[in-house]
């Protein structure tokens, strides 16, 4: 479906969210202004091959040494070490501090092991009632001798995958982590390969695991951004199983002894709506939490490192989130099958296509602020002729200040056959000129 021009009053919509003036930023040869209004900024068209991506590097975390973070526009702040809270259903990044900063994840890395099994159900690979057996391993690192958190399975028990999910989910237990990773891959070890492959599939490019617990190994590490997309991908691909993170308490009925044990997350008691996720605490990393939270159909994702105390950590997750359920308003900028711009097409009947939507884009900003924010359309272009209708070519950048808060995927919203052979000739020409221009002034 090719979008329709936005009638009058969707632009001035748009123009009322702005500053006024529009924004044009040349990030390659060509760069073209489409009114975006409320961004109060240009849609720049990147044309030009892109620069491949360094693999990312994988240093230890260092305690102590957080990235220089500006104060955020809005005005709050927070004693975590890093933290950065999204929207769910947008994407929009409402307030983020050293979000790419390196950090032991503690137990946040059952988040993973959880993502790994719930696959693994969903593809019909593994059955809930499927049971393992406890190993003197799993009973020794992550049972009662451990001191650590546990789900108090006895040694040489069977316990079904639900069971051990939830111990591991409601109640951090390690003992729940270890039996599901040996019953599933035979070792720890072999599950955390498992694990990183998973991350490497969702995106998470910064993290690494070496254990399915997060129990203190210096090769763990994660950021606050890769365990949002972790935590996105739970409650969207995996419902059934992310359901376990919300319950409040978890009682071990197989044991000789049951013990209660109430969920560990703070959030979850604190009446806000929270149904998950997880905390974590080890001594180099301080106490953690990945939450989130529902209100009035909205749903906020957080993740918050460094905090010295279970206090703290609560109080500021809490904080936190109050705060963006409070401070934020959504406001639409296109709808679905709107075309924010074209994308330039080489030997094609058309020297353009128009990028559309394939769902609406809505974006949220502070109420009473508006801040000044740009959009821009990114791509690898001129397209090569012929062009299919509905190929995801690009992506739509919402940005406030040099921050990307939200990513839309673009797509063809036509299709456009192979020119003629004089505009084939044409188009061949024109790159030959274009392209001695930007390699004589270093655009290349």
């Given at each position: 479906?090719?979008?329709?021009?936005?009638?009058?009053?969707?632009?001035?919509?748009?123009?009322s969210?702005?500053?006024?003036?529009?924004?044009?930023?040349?990030?390659?040869?060509?760069?073209?202004v489409?009114?975006?209004?409320?961004?109060?900024?240009?849609?720049?068209?990147?044309?030009?091959?892109?620069?491949?991506?360094?693999?990312?590097?994988?240093?230890?975390?260092?305690?102590?040494?957080?990235?220089?973070?500006?104060?955020?526009p809005?005005?709050?702040?927070?004693?975590?070490?890093?933290?950065?809270?999204?929207?769910?259903?947008?994407?929009?990044?409402?307030?983020?501090?050293?979000?790419?900063?390196?950090?032991?994840?503690?137990?946040?890395?059952?988040?993973?092991?959880?993502?790994?099994?719930?696959?693994?159900?969903?593809d019909?690979?593994?059955?809930?009632?499927?049971?393992?057996?406890v190993?003197?391993?799993?009973?020794?690192?992550?049972?009662?001798?451990?001191?650590?958190?546990?789900?108090?399975?006895?040694?040489?028990?069977?316990?079904?995958?639900?069971?051990?999910?939830?111990?591991?989910?409601?109640?951090?237990?390690?003992?729940?982590?270890?039996?599901?990773?040996?019953?599933?891959?035979?070792?720890?070890?072999?599950?955390?390969?498992?694990?990183?492959?998973?991350?490497?599939?969702?995106?998470?490019?910064?993290?690494?695991?070496?254990?399915?617990?997060?129990?203190?190994?210096?090769?763990?590490?994660?950021?606050?951004?890769?365990?949002?997309?972790?935590?996105?991908?739970?409650?969207?691909?995996?419902?059934?199983?992310?359901?376990?993170?919300?319950?409040?308490?978890?009682?071990?009925?197989?044991?000789?002894?049951?013990?209660?044990?109430?969920?560990?997350?703070p959030?979850?008691?604190?009446?806000?709506?929270?149904?998950g996720?997880?905390?974590?605490?080890?001594?180099?990393?301080?106490?953690?939490?990945?939450?989130?939270?529902?209100?009035?159909?909205?749903?906020?994702?957080?993740?918050?490192?460094?905090?010295?105390?279970?206090k703290?950590?609560?109080?500021?997750?809490?904080?936190?989130?109050?705060?963006?359920?409070?401070?934020?308003?959504?406001?639409?900028?296109?709808?679905?099958?709107?075309?924010?711009?074209?994308?330039?097409?080489?030997?094609?009947?058309?020297?353009?296509?128009?990028?559309?939507?394939?769902?609406?884009?809505?974006?949220?900003?502070?109420?009473?602020?508006r801040?000044?924010?740009?959009?821009?359309?990114v791509?690898?272009?001129?397209?090569?002729?012929?062009?299919?209708?509905?190929?995801?070519?690009?992506?739509?950048?919402?940005?406030?200040?040099?921050?990307?808060?939200?990513?839309?995927?673009?797509?063809?919203?036509?299709?456009?056959?192979?020119?003629?052979?004089?505009?084939?000739?044409?188009?061949?020409?024109?790159?030959?000129?274009?392209?001695?221009?930007?390699?004589?002034?270093?655009?290349?």
């Amino acid at each position: 479906m090719i979008g329709v021009p936005p009638k009058a009053s969707d632009a001035k919509s748009r123009e009322s969210l702005l500053a006024d003036g529009l924004e044009t930023v040349s990030l390659a040869r060509r760069s073209v202004v489409a009114g975006l209004g409320g961004l109060a900024a240009g849609i720049v068209l990147s044309v030009g091959p892109a620069a491949a991506k360094p693999e990312p590097a994988r240093p230890r975390p260092e305690k102590g040494k957080p990235e220089a973070t500006p104060k955020n526009p809005q005005g709050f702040d927070t004693t975590a070490e890093t933290a950065l809270l999204t929207d769910f259903e947008s994407g929009t990044v409402l307030f983020e501090k050293n979000p790419d900063q390196l950090f032991f994840p503690a137990s946040l890395t059952k988040m993973m092991t959880v993502a790994v099994v719930a696959q693994m159900v969903k593809d019909a690979k593994l059955s809930l009632d499927q049971e393992y057996q406890v190993s003197e391993h799993a009973w020794r690192t992550g049972g009662a001798p451990s001191r650590t958190s546990t789900m108090f399975a006895e040694i040489n028990s069977r316990l079904k995958v639900a069971e051990l999910l939830q111990g591991t989910q409601v109640v951090s237990a390690n003992d729940g982590a270890i039996v599901l990773a040996e019953g599933i891959a035979g070792s720890e070890q072999a599950f955390a390969q498992l694990m990183n492959k998973r991350a490497a599939e969702l995106g998470m490019a910064s993290s690494h695991f070496n254990n399915p617990t997060g129990l203190p190994d210096p090769d763990n590490h994660t950021t606050a951004r890769d365990l949002d997309k972790l935590a996105r991908h739970l409650i969207a691909d995996q419902p059934d199983i992310y359901k376990f993170f919300s319950l409040r308490e978890y009682t071990n009925t197989v044991s000789s002894h049951p013990i209660r044990q109430l969920n560990r997350d703070p959030l979850i008691a604190a009446n806000i709506g929270a149904d998950g996720i997880k905390t974590g605490y080890i001594k180099e990393s301080g106490y953690n939490i990945c939450g989130s939270a529902v209100q009035n159909g909205q749903r906020l994702i957080l993740v918050m490192s460094g905090f010295k105390s279970e206090k703290e950590r609560a109080d500021e997750a809490k904080k936190l989130m109050e705060w963006g359920f409070k401070t934020f308003e959504q406001i639409p900028l296109y709808k679905e099958g709107e075309s924010p711009g074209d994308a330039s097409v080489f030997g094609g009947a058309s020297g353009s296509v128009p990028l559309v939507t394939q769902k609406p884009i809505n974006v949220l900003v502070a109420r009473g602020h508006r801040e000044n924010l740009r959009a821009r359309i990114v791509y690898t272009g001129p397209l090569q002729a012929p062009v299919e209708k509905d190929r995801q070519v690009g992506k739509l950048q919402v940005m406030r200040g040099d921050s990307v808060i939200q990513e839309t995927p673009l797509y063809t919203g036509a299709d456009v056959p192979v020119g003629k052979l004089h505009q084939r000739a044409l188009d061949a020409v024109s790159e030959l000129v274009t392209g001695w221009i930007r390699g004589s002034v270093g655009l290349r």
